[in-house]
């Protein structure tokens, strides 16, 4: 099905115990704030028709791990931090599929698993709810994002599609928050038509139908979830256009180092707060262009990894501006995000890094200091 070279082997298991060693002070955290709540039995006891709660997955963790670890709450983490170097390889074998590329899934692993922003409010603060709620849904959606790939690069063929999509609902049901990943999705085909418009002319209808499925299967089981506010999101966005523009600006910066630094220092001066938002919007654009120019094969997947985080941004405002707002580090709600961000500069960086030697170091460079 997925045709790993040998070459690329060592590479990958280098990765994933980069992975391993950078966050090797998970299993020995103690959980901290809200974690506790999952052990009350009343709260944790499996009870569910659809519309479906937005926790499943951590009642579900929490009708069966009680019994096996019992209170060896470092047993809890090693759990945590097993399914997080998991869904590290599944975004390493993800990226490998819809690029084709080894070079390119190394290198934006390598920006993935060493993130800050994304990974360390999730895993490493001992919020352990953070995890069941949210953190491991990842895992499912990325194979889910994967058997896409096959999809469009197998000839179509629908057992792939299938797969799919039965992945996607399934983390869907998992829990409510899944939905964060939902635009690249519905993204993905779009701009696969439209930067191969002459190569898939013959597949048209195969493609365009195929981001329906994925919205109205998503759409269905949220529908009655009380964690979507009463105002449609286009209400939102019309309503607060200004706050919206600003809030998903504030997102791209914050996750974009030495962006995040500089707002973090100088958010409160309202001068250089416009100053940084700014300077995001030609950053991007600059590092789109490049790919544009330099890589034909990869514009739709640079267009699908930028969009899909604008649009996820866009859902962090809409469903909790409070939070995001006012975090200038690590979120929660930046680690879905963030997978988008290291696909699109892994792009970047393999782009640059294409047009010589130097570049090339500079590339190295920029792996040492990240």
Known sequence: MIKIQRSEIIPALILLTLSAVAWKHIPALQIQG?????????????????????????????????????????????????????????????VRVVTRNVFIAILTTYIFILNYAGKYDMFSIGGYQYFVQRGAILLPQLLSFLFLGLYFYRGFNPVYYFLSLLLYVFSIILGFFGTWFLPPFLLYPFFYLLFNLKRAKKFFWKILWTPFPFLISNLFIIMQSSFIPEDNIFSFVINNFMFTLKGILQQFAVVTPPLGELLKRFHKDALQFEIILGLTIVLYCIAFIVIYKINKNLRFLAATALCSLLVIFLLNVYLNAANVLNTFGSSRYFYFPFTMVALFWGLFFYSLASKGRLYFALLLIFCFIW
């Open 34 to 94: 809200e974690g506790f709540i999952y052990f009350t039995p009343s709260i944790s006891a499996f009870h569910t028709i659809l519309p479906l709660p937005f926790d499943l997955f951590a009642k579900i963790v929490f009708n069966i791990l009680p019994a096996l670890f019992k209170g060896q709450v470092f047993l809890y983490m090693w759990f945590l931090f097993i399914w997080m170097i998991l869904t590290d390889a599944a975004f390493y074998l993800t």
